[in-house]
């Protein structure tokens, strides 16, 4: 059930005559802006798929309707989801409140496990006795600064801090995100780590990669550089699309694919090497076509395109900043690190990258993500958080 309804009295009603399965131990709501295609939701995904769904009764609520072409919605309900939202069009908080304490009243959930700075507000503001979790998929101050600007970013970003500090289960994706926020701001938190799903991200044989070129139409032969995600200036893709050009590999061709504020910046270079797809549907058709991974993103929470090149098998290229280092630390032959902003740096790894043999540090890649990154590693975590913080509540007498 998705429900949209026109009034708070029609709203109530719909909620209050849905029925809660009752075979599972816990009810779990997890709340959301939206089930609009972005890393959040494609993690909130992969956490649904992978739990043990005869212990968890799930149900979804998103603040806003659904944009059209956009959205996630039908595969969350291919899942078998309880989808519920506030259908809200604009901001309201007192709307807000009144609609998440019917849901809360109603679904009575064990745990609450809140997405994004208005699901994490709402949650905090709203009484509830149920366990509230949270996941931090970014470092608030870096990331709303470069998108609201100075004022605005700093403003939300004090803001979502001291919702943080009311949430007992703040959990950050990455520990590079979880020491910013503790050395900066004194705020402790958890660290589960975004997880693949490594059945769709996966390696193919030599014959598979060339029959995808032949369908993406791609060159056969020639050594390709990819890179995945939004073409914005927290992502640094101009940067790339230059060093590239200054590179002038004989041979090889760099494809970006996403969209963002830089993509028609990024297409207008002129160089025929370099091409801009913009945003597609089979993003691991064009990984496991590829050769060579490459990112020169100024600041990363857990960089997901990262992780579902390593899953597809391909070495990676990446600026030199804390989330990369998480993801290459202890794999000695995944050390593709550069320095930041250094064209020449970046030069030099990739010119050396267009001639090596490539097999044995895709499969380190690989190795990496079975050990630490897959979707069901990161499901197992939050069910043990789940369970732990209601074993923790009874032995208190909560």
């Not at 959990?171 to 503790?182: D, G, H, P, T, Y």
């Not at 600026?319 to 690190?337: C, F, K, M, W």
């Not at 020449?344 to 090596?356: D, N, T």
């Not at 990154?373 to 939050?382: D, N, Q, T």
Request: with cysteine.
């Amino acid at each position: 059930m998705y429900t949209r309804s026109a009034t708070r009295r029609e709203y109530v009603e719909e909620i209050r005559s849905m029925t809660v399965h009752k075979c599972a131990d816990t009810r779990l709501l997890f709340v959301i802006s939206s089930l609009k295609r972005c890393g959040p939701v494609n993690q909130l995904y992969e956490l649904i798929r992978n739990l043990d769904r005869s212990s968890f009764d799930v149900t979804v609520l998103t603040l806003k309707g659904e944009v059209d072409g956009n959205s996630r919605i039908a595969d969350f309900s291919d899942m078998g989801v309880r989808l519920l939202s506030l259908g809200l069009t604009r901001w309201h908080v007192a709307n807000v409140l009144v609609r998440m304490h019917t849901v809360l009243t109603s679904i009575q959930p064990h745990v609450v496990h809140s997405h994004g700075l208005l699901p994490d507000l709402a949650v905090s503001l709203v009484n509830t006795s149920a366990v509230h979790v949270c996941t931090i998929h970014s470092y608030c101050r870096e990331d709303y600064v470069f998108s609201f600007g100075p004022c605005v970013g700093s403003l939300l970003s004090r803001v979502h801090l001291s919702i943080l500090r009311r949430i007992e289960f703040p959990i950050a994706c990455s520990s590079s995100v979880a020491r910013k926020l503790e050395e900066s701001h004194r705020l402790r938190v958890g660290v589960i780590w975004n997880g693949i799903n490594t059945d769709v991200y996966a390696p193919v044989s030599d014959r598979e990669k060339a029959h995808l070129r032949r369908t993406l139409g791609l060159p056969i032969d020639a050594r390709i550089f990819i890179y995945t995600g939004k073409l914005s200036p927290l992502k640094n893709p101009m940067f790339l699309v230059q060093a590239f050009a200054a590179a002038d590999l004989v041979g090889c061709l760099l494809l970006l694919i996403g969209d963002g504020p830089l993509r028609e910046a990024c297409a207008e270079q002129g160089v025929d090497s370099v091409l801009v797809t913009g945003q597609v549907d089979n993003v691991q058709d064009y990984l496991r076509a590829s050769d060579v991974y490459v990112s020169s993103s100024t600041t990363e929470g857990m960089p997901l395109g990262v992780l579902e090149a390593m899953a597809c098998g391909l070495p990676v290229l990446l600026s030199d900043i804390a989330a990369h280092r998480e993801l290459v630390e202890g794999t000695p032959n995944v050390q593709g690190l550069f320095s930041l902003n250094d064209q020449q740096s970046l030069i030099s790894l990739m010119g050396a990258y267009a001639r090596e043999d490539l097999e044995e540090i895709g499969g380190s890649s690989r190795q990496k993500i079975d050990t630490s990154f897959s979707a069901e590693l990161m499901a197992s975590s939050y069910q043990t958080l789940y369970r732990d913080a209601l074993a923790s509540r009874r032995r208190k007498g909560q």
